[in-house]
Protein backbone atom coordinates (compact mmCIF):
# COMPACT_ATOMS: atom_id res chain seq x y z
CA UNK A 1 0.00 0.00 0.00
CA UNK A 2 3.04 2.31 -0.63
CA UNK A 3 2.04 5.91 -1.84
CA UNK A 4 -1.96 4.94 -0.85
CA UNK A 5 -3.83 7.43 1.06
CA UNK A 6 -6.14 5.15 3.13
CA UNK A 7 -10.00 6.60 3.96
CA UNK A 8 -12.97 5.23 6.07
CA UNK A 9 -16.11 5.77 4.65
CA UNK A 10 -19.68 5.04 6.38
CA UNK A 11 -21.70 3.28 4.34
CA UNK A 12 -24.95 5.56 4.18
CA UNK A 13 -27.81 3.17 5.17
CA UNK A 14 -26.04 0.97 7.53
CA UNK A 15 -22.38 3.12 8.84
CA UNK A 16 -20.79 -0.03 7.52
CA UNK A 17 -16.96 1.10 7.41
CA UNK A 18 -15.91 0.95 3.55
CA UNK A 19 -12.22 0.86 2.98
CA UNK A 20 -11.36 4.23 0.04
CA UNK A 21 -7.71 4.53 -1.56
CA UNK A 22 -6.22 7.45 -3.19
CA UNK A 23 -3.43 9.20 -3.91
CA UNK A 24 -3.49 12.64 -2.16
CA UNK A 25 -2.23 15.58 -3.97
CA UNK A 26 1.46 16.54 -2.13
CA UNK A 27 1.59 19.74 -3.99
CA UNK A 28 -0.80 22.32 -5.40
CA UNK A 29 -1.13 22.11 -9.23
CA UNK A 30 -1.47 25.84 -10.44
CA UNK A 31 -2.75 27.01 -13.78
CA UNK A 32 -0.35 29.00 -15.15
CA UNK A 33 -2.81 31.12 -17.53
CA UNK A 34 -5.19 31.96 -14.44
CA UNK A 35 -2.84 31.25 -11.07
CA UNK A 36 -5.74 28.96 -9.70
CA UNK A 37 -5.69 25.56 -8.47
CA UNK A 38 -6.52 23.14 -11.34
CA UNK A 39 -9.82 21.21 -11.17
CA UNK A 40 -9.35 17.14 -11.21
CA UNK A 41 -11.65 14.63 -12.20
CA UNK A 42 -12.48 12.27 -9.70
CA UNK A 43 -13.30 8.15 -10.95
CA UNK A 44 -13.74 5.94 -8.48
CA UNK A 45 -12.84 2.53 -9.69
CA UNK A 46 -14.52 -0.75 -8.77
CA UNK A 47 -12.65 -4.07 -8.20
CA UNK A 48 -13.96 -7.22 -9.95
CA UNK A 49 -15.52 -10.75 -7.64
CA UNK A 50 -12.79 -12.23 -6.52
CA UNK A 51 -9.77 -10.08 -5.73
CA UNK A 52 -9.27 -6.63 -3.64
CA UNK A 53 -8.72 -2.99 -4.79
CA UNK A 54 -4.69 -2.98 -4.12
CA UNK A 55 -3.38 -5.89 -5.77
CA UNK A 56 -5.71 -5.14 -8.35
CA UNK A 57 -4.90 -1.20 -9.21
CA UNK A 58 -1.75 -0.89 -6.66
CA UNK A 59 0.38 -3.83 -7.64
CA UNK A 60 3.72 -3.17 -7.05
CA UNK A 61 3.01 0.56 -6.95
CA UNK A 62 6.58 2.55 -6.89
CA UNK A 63 6.65 6.75 -6.68
CA UNK A 64 7.78 6.91 -10.22
CA UNK A 65 5.69 7.61 -13.64
CA UNK A 66 4.87 4.02 -14.60
CA UNK A 67 4.53 5.81 -18.25
CA UNK A 68 7.82 6.95 -18.53
CA UNK A 69 11.71 5.43 -18.94
CA UNK A 70 12.36 4.85 -15.22
CA UNK A 71 9.64 1.73 -15.45
CA UNK A 72 10.85 -1.71 -14.30
CA UNK A 73 8.79 -3.83 -15.79
CA UNK A 74 7.19 -4.62 -12.76
CA UNK A 75 5.17 -1.59 -11.85
CA UNK A 76 1.60 -2.39 -12.67
CA UNK A 77 -0.10 0.53 -10.46
CA UNK A 78 -3.36 1.62 -12.56
CA UNK A 79 -4.20 3.89 -10.07
CA UNK A 80 -0.95 5.69 -9.48
CA UNK A 81 -0.77 5.89 -14.30
CA UNK A 82 -3.72 7.58 -13.78
CA UNK A 83 -2.83 10.35 -10.99
CA UNK A 84 0.09 10.60 -13.07
CA UNK A 85 -1.71 12.24 -15.98
CA UNK A 86 -2.15 15.24 -13.78
CA UNK A 87 -5.24 15.44 -14.54
CA UNK A 88 -7.75 13.12 -12.76
CA UNK A 89 -7.76 12.14 -8.88
CA UNK A 90 -8.55 8.54 -8.79
CA UNK A 91 -9.91 6.45 -5.59
CA UNK A 92 -10.49 3.08 -5.20
CA UNK A 93 -12.76 1.28 -2.96
CA UNK A 94 -13.04 -2.29 -1.46
CA UNK A 95 -16.46 -4.71 -1.43
CA UNK A 96 -17.97 -5.61 2.13
CA UNK A 97 -15.22 -9.33 2.98
CA UNK A 98 -13.10 -7.74 0.21
CA UNK A 99 -9.26 -5.87 1.44
CA UNK A 100 -9.65 -3.36 3.84
CA UNK A 101 -13.59 -3.53 4.14
CA UNK A 102 -14.77 -6.42 6.88
CA UNK A 103 -17.38 -8.49 6.25
CA UNK A 104 -20.80 -7.42 8.02
CA UNK A 105 -23.01 -9.52 10.05
CA UNK A 106 -24.25 -11.67 7.55
CA UNK A 107 -21.11 -12.79 6.08
CA UNK A 108 -22.31 -12.34 2.39
CA UNK A 109 -21.73 -9.79 -0.06
CA UNK A 110 -24.34 -9.82 -2.87
CA UNK A 111 -24.27 -6.64 -5.78
CA UNK A 112 -27.14 -4.67 -4.65
CA UNK A 113 -25.43 -4.45 -1.29
CA UNK A 114 -22.12 -3.48 -3.54
CA UNK A 115 -24.62 -0.81 -5.16
CA UNK A 116 -25.88 1.03 -2.34
CA UNK A 117 -21.78 0.70 -1.37
CA UNK A 118 -20.48 2.48 -3.96
CA UNK A 119 -23.19 4.91 -4.42
CA UNK A 120 -21.86 5.95 -1.03
CA UNK A 121 -18.36 6.78 -2.31
CA UNK A 122 -19.42 8.54 -4.90
CA UNK A 123 -21.38 10.69 -2.77
CA UNK A 124 -18.43 11.11 -0.20
CA UNK A 125 -16.30 11.76 -2.91
CA UNK A 126 -18.83 14.21 -5.02
CA UNK A 127 -18.27 16.27 -1.07
CA UNK A 128 -14.39 16.66 -1.51
CA UNK A 129 -14.88 17.89 -5.09
CA UNK A 130 -17.25 20.06 -4.49
CA UNK A 131 -15.61 22.38 -7.83
CA UNK A 132 -16.56 19.47 -9.98
CA UNK A 133 -20.03 18.60 -11.00
CA UNK A 134 -19.94 14.50 -10.10
CA UNK A 135 -17.34 11.77 -10.13
CA UNK A 136 -16.97 9.30 -12.81
CA UNK A 137 -17.15 5.53 -12.53
CA UNK A 138 -15.21 2.32 -13.39
CA UNK A 139 -16.10 -0.91 -13.07
CA UNK A 140 -13.47 -3.87 -14.36
CA UNK A 141 -14.74 -7.48 -14.97
CA UNK A 142 -17.62 -8.18 -12.63
CA UNK A 143 -17.13 -5.02 -10.98
CA UNK A 144 -17.83 -3.43 -14.34
CA UNK A 145 -21.99 -5.04 -13.54
CA UNK A 146 -22.35 -3.16 -10.55
CA UNK A 147 -20.82 0.19 -11.67
CA UNK A 148 -23.50 -0.70 -14.80
CA UNK A 149 -26.64 -1.00 -11.83
CA UNK A 150 -25.23 2.04 -10.13
CA UNK A 151 -25.43 4.02 -13.69
CA UNK A 152 -28.71 2.21 -14.22
CA UNK A 153 -30.27 2.98 -10.83
CA UNK A 154 -28.42 6.20 -9.83
CA UNK A 155 -27.59 8.14 -12.90
CA UNK A 156 -27.42 11.50 -10.76
CA UNK A 157 -24.27 9.90 -8.56
CA UNK A 158 -22.03 10.33 -11.40
CA UNK A 159 -21.34 11.99 -14.27
CA UNK A 160 -19.55 9.06 -16.48
CA UNK A 161 -19.26 5.74 -16.83
CA UNK A 162 -16.31 3.32 -18.25
CA UNK A 163 -17.08 -0.50 -18.61
CA UNK A 164 -13.85 -2.39 -18.55
CA UNK A 165 -13.77 -5.89 -19.30
CA UNK A 166 -17.52 -6.42 -18.37
CA UNK A 167 -18.63 -9.70 -18.16
CA UNK A 168 -22.18 -8.70 -19.51
CA UNK A 169 -24.23 -11.08 -21.32
CA UNK A 170 -27.56 -10.92 -22.32
CA UNK A 171 -27.87 -14.75 -22.97
CA UNK A 172 -26.84 -15.40 -19.15
CA UNK A 173 -29.59 -14.97 -16.45
CA UNK A 174 -28.77 -16.38 -12.96
CA UNK A 175 -31.50 -18.06 -11.44
CA UNK A 176 -34.25 -17.07 -8.83
CA UNK A 177 -33.88 -18.39 -5.44
CA UNK A 178 -36.60 -20.81 -4.75
CA UNK A 179 -39.19 -19.95 -2.13
CA UNK A 180 -38.62 -22.25 0.39
CA UNK A 181 -34.70 -22.16 0.36
CA UNK A 182 -32.17 -20.22 2.42
CA UNK A 183 -31.57 -16.91 0.95
CA UNK A 184 -27.88 -17.51 0.42
CA UNK A 185 -28.15 -21.15 -0.71
CA UNK A 186 -26.88 -22.16 -3.64
CA UNK A 187 -26.47 -18.74 -5.27
CA UNK A 188 -22.71 -18.18 -4.96
CA UNK A 189 -20.62 -16.82 -7.86
CA UNK A 190 -20.96 -19.26 -10.87
CA UNK A 191 -21.40 -22.31 -8.53
CA UNK A 192 -17.77 -22.10 -7.81
CA UNK A 193 -18.37 -20.84 -4.13
CA UNK A 194 -19.81 -23.68 -2.01
CA UNK A 195 -21.47 -23.01 0.77
CA UNK A 196 -20.41 -25.57 2.50
CA UNK A 197 -16.91 -24.43 2.29
CA UNK A 198 -17.12 -20.89 3.94
CA UNK A 199 -13.46 -21.07 4.92
CA UNK A 200 -12.40 -22.20 1.66
CA UNK A 201 -8.76 -20.67 0.73
CA UNK A 202 -8.11 -18.87 -2.61
CA UNK A 203 -5.93 -20.96 -4.56
CA UNK A 204 -2.49 -19.38 -6.36
CA UNK A 205 -3.33 -20.48 -10.00
CA UNK A 206 -6.88 -19.05 -9.90
CA UNK A 207 -4.95 -15.64 -9.20
CA UNK A 208 -3.09 -16.22 -12.69
CA UNK A 209 -6.89 -17.00 -14.72
CA UNK A 210 -6.89 -13.22 -16.49
CA UNK A 211 -4.02 -13.80 -17.92
CA UNK A 212 -4.33 -15.50 -20.85
CA UNK A 213 -2.17 -13.72 -23.68
CA UNK A 214 0.52 -16.17 -23.87
CA UNK A 215 1.37 -19.89 -25.03
CA UNK A 216 3.75 -20.63 -27.60
CA UNK A 217 6.82 -18.64 -29.60
CA UNK A 218 8.68 -19.37 -32.07
CA UNK A 219 10.14 -22.52 -32.59
CA UNK A 220 7.44 -23.70 -30.61
CA UNK A 221 8.53 -23.30 -27.04
CA UNK A 222 6.40 -23.03 -24.77
CA UNK A 223 5.87 -19.85 -22.67
CA UNK A 224 4.43 -19.80 -18.91
CA UNK A 225 2.63 -17.26 -17.35
CA UNK A 226 4.45 -13.11 -17.40
CA UNK A 227 6.56 -12.33 -14.51
CA UNK A 228 3.22 -9.54 -13.83
CA UNK A 229 0.89 -12.74 -13.76
CA UNK A 230 3.23 -14.18 -10.50
CA UNK A 231 3.58 -11.03 -8.65
CA UNK A 232 -0.35 -10.84 -8.94
CA UNK A 233 -0.90 -13.81 -7.68
CA UNK A 234 1.65 -13.40 -4.50
CA UNK A 235 -0.17 -9.52 -4.10
CA UNK A 236 -3.58 -10.82 -4.25
CA UNK A 237 -3.02 -13.69 -2.29
CA UNK A 238 -1.93 -12.29 0.86
CA UNK A 239 -4.56 -9.39 0.56
CA UNK A 240 -7.55 -11.63 -0.01
CA UNK A 241 -6.45 -15.22 1.25
CA UNK A 242 -9.97 -16.65 1.93
CA UNK A 243 -12.50 -16.41 -0.43
CA UNK A 244 -15.79 -13.53 -0.37
CA UNK A 245 -18.84 -15.58 -0.54
CA UNK A 246 -21.37 -13.65 -2.96
CA UNK A 247 -25.16 -14.79 -2.70
CA UNK A 248 -28.21 -13.24 -4.70
CA UNK A 249 -26.12 -12.80 -7.86
CA UNK A 250 -29.82 -13.20 -9.31
CA UNK A 251 -29.81 -9.12 -8.93
CA UNK A 252 -27.29 -8.67 -11.70
CA UNK A 253 -30.40 -9.63 -13.84
CA UNK A 254 -31.46 -6.53 -13.98
CA UNK A 255 -28.12 -5.12 -15.94
CA UNK A 256 -30.00 -3.49 -19.15
CA UNK A 257 -27.48 -1.10 -21.05
CA UNK A 258 -30.24 0.50 -22.40
CA UNK A 259 -30.99 1.69 -19.20
CA UNK A 260 -27.64 3.39 -18.78
CA UNK A 261 -28.59 7.37 -19.39
CA UNK A 262 -24.92 8.38 -18.69
CA UNK A 263 -22.17 9.01 -21.26
CA UNK A 264 -20.13 5.56 -21.58
CA UNK A 265 -17.04 3.89 -22.69
CA UNK A 266 -16.95 -0.21 -23.13
CA UNK A 267 -13.57 -1.00 -23.05
CA UNK A 268 -12.04 -4.40 -24.01
CA UNK A 269 -8.89 -6.56 -24.62
CA UNK A 270 -9.25 -7.69 -28.22
CA UNK A 271 -8.21 -11.36 -26.86
CA UNK A 272 -10.06 -11.33 -23.58
CA UNK A 273 -11.97 -14.98 -23.19
CA UNK A 274 -14.30 -13.50 -20.47
CA UNK A 275 -15.16 -10.45 -22.32
CA UNK A 276 -16.00 -11.26 -26.05
CA UNK A 277 -16.31 -8.94 -28.60
CA UNK A 278 -19.83 -10.26 -29.50
CA UNK A 279 -21.31 -9.63 -25.75
CA UNK A 280 -19.04 -6.28 -26.15
CA UNK A 281 -21.19 -5.59 -29.32
CA UNK A 282 -24.83 -5.88 -27.52
CA UNK A 283 -23.72 -4.04 -24.89
CA UNK A 284 -22.56 -0.71 -26.31
CA UNK A 285 -25.08 -1.21 -29.77
CA UNK A 286 -27.37 -1.37 -26.46
CA UNK A 287 -26.76 1.68 -24.21
CA UNK A 288 -29.13 4.21 -23.69
CA UNK A 289 -29.68 6.92 -26.65
CA UNK A 290 -29.07 10.96 -26.20
CA UNK A 291 -25.73 10.46 -25.04
CA UNK A 292 -22.62 10.24 -25.81
CA UNK A 293 -20.63 6.38 -25.94
CA UNK A 294 -17.25 4.63 -27.09
CA UNK A 295 -16.19 1.48 -27.75
CA UNK A 296 -12.39 0.92 -27.44
CA UNK A 297 -10.98 -2.50 -28.38
CA UNK A 298 -6.78 -2.64 -27.33
CA UNK A 299 -4.99 -4.86 -29.58
CA UNK A 300 -2.79 -7.29 -28.16
CA UNK A 301 -4.32 -7.60 -24.56
CA UNK A 302 -6.61 -10.08 -22.69
CA UNK A 303 -8.50 -9.49 -19.35
CA UNK A 304 -6.48 -7.67 -17.22
CA UNK A 305 -5.22 -4.65 -19.65
CA UNK A 306 -3.85 -3.12 -16.81
CA UNK A 307 -1.45 -5.15 -15.56
CA UNK A 308 -0.68 -5.63 -19.28
CA UNK A 309 2.20 -4.20 -21.87
CA UNK A 310 -0.42 -2.13 -23.41
CA UNK A 311 -1.61 -0.59 -19.77
CA UNK A 312 -0.75 2.61 -21.34
CA UNK A 313 -3.31 2.59 -23.99
CA UNK A 314 -5.84 2.00 -21.45
CA UNK A 315 -4.86 5.09 -19.46
CA UNK A 316 -4.85 6.92 -22.47
CA UNK A 317 -8.47 5.80 -23.25
CA UNK A 318 -9.62 6.93 -19.86
CA UNK A 319 -7.70 10.11 -19.89
CA UNK A 320 -9.25 10.94 -22.94
CA UNK A 321 -12.92 9.67 -22.28
CA UNK A 322 -13.06 12.06 -19.30
CA UNK A 323 -12.67 15.07 -21.05
CA UNK A 324 -8.86 15.67 -20.76
CA UNK A 325 -6.99 14.98 -23.25
CA UNK A 326 -3.41 13.45 -23.45
Not at 58 to 84: E, F, K, M, T, V
Amino acid sequence: MKGLDIHTVPAEDDGHPLAVFTIEDSDTDIDNNTGEQKQKIPVLLLHGRTWSSIPVYHLNGRDYDILGPADDGRNRSLIQAIYNTKHIQPYMMDFRGFGGTPKDDSGFVDPLRCVSDAVSVLNWIREKHSDVDHPSLLGWSHGSLIAQIVAQRHSDALSKLILYGSTYNPNFKYSLPTPQSNQHAGYTDHEDFPLSEMATRNQYDHAMEDFTNFGMVSGGTSVGPPLTAKLFAEAALATNPMKVQWCNLHQLNECHPSLVKVPAMVITGDQDPYAPKQTQAELFTNLGGGVDRVWSIIANADHAIHLSDERHRLVENINSFLGTGI
